[in-house]
């Protein structure tokens, strides 16, 4: 899903790991967004699938 301009995939993404961490400042879910934005494989998807996949090891533990 590389044609969403990567402003707007991290925004999405901060977004969805927000939903996960209301108690994190959103600045720091920007900054892990902007992290997983250069995971080729995570940009890959759409930035609420990537968050989840991300996500997953956490929500599993």
Do not use: F, Y
Not at 35 to 57: C, N, Q, V
Request: aromatic share 4%; with cysteine; hydrophobic share 50%.
């Amino acid at each position: 899903m590389n044609s969403i301009p990567e402003t707007e995939w991290i925004a999405a993404c901060a977004h969805r790991l927000q939903r996960h961490w209301r108690s994190v400042d959103p600045l720091e879910l920007e900054a892990l967004a902007a992290e997983l934005a250069h995971d080729e494989r995570l940009r890959a998807m759409l930035p609420t699938l990537a968050a989840g996949e991300w996500l997953k090891p956490i929500e599993q533990a």
